[in-house]
């Protein structure tokens, strides 16, 4: 399988803006070959949206995932992308899957991170929400999620080849040990690859770590992003490749 990630510079409240973006990494990504593209957290309305977010949200099926299932048909490539995700009077920090023929699939966030998503967005009961792409098993977590281990040994247990992980990582004193080290240590203790989609830059609110990184089931770095730019990464990922790795690391196994 070749992954795509874009590490987006999104622009915050700006929904036509974000879904154009959106629209050429997929286009860039399926001249490359690519078999999935993952944006980052809330790539829709922009992370750093602020007291819009409730008036850029939108419902599972609204125009906007149908805007992201058109882009997906058009070029025919798998998306998972953050969004706001409105459901009656909650606001849920969620990331949808669209694909050509398939209904789309949606996870919300279950571990907020701060006082900014807590004001925002309700914590949802951790889910496990797994699909397949090119007959890998993924599921999906947000940004905060995978910092729980408990999160990632789900999905591993559940089944899961592959971790999908749209995120908002702010630059600060940890964000370089979380991407560089954290991140691949969870890839590895579940034997399972993660891809990691961050955003870059700064806007109104917050500036972003970028750092974003695919990893390998045995925890190497397949490909890794600056921490400024905006970048479309790319990874081939043979998960066969990784048998003697988990048959030398069972640690689901021997749970």
Known sequence: MKIALFQMRACAGDVEANLAKIEDAAQRAVKDLADLLIMPELAVPGYGAGDRMRALADTADGPQIRRLQAISMKIGIP??????????DTLYNSAVFVEKGRKSIVYRKSHLY???????????????VLFDIKGQRCGMLICYDVEFPENVRRLAQAGADLVLVPTALPAGDYGSFIARTLVPTRAFENQVAIAYANHAGV????????????????????AEAGDKDEELLYAEVDFDRYQQSKQENNYLGDL
Do not use: W
């Open 79 to 88: 998306i998972i992308a953050g969004f706001a995700e409105k459901a009656g």
């Open 114 to 128: 701060g006082p900014y998503e807590k004001s925002h967005f309700e914590a949802c009961t951790p889910e496990t």
């Open 203 to 222: 806007d109104d609110l917050f500036s972003y770590q970028g750092l974003s990184v695919i990893v390998a089931p045995d925890g190497t770095l397949l």
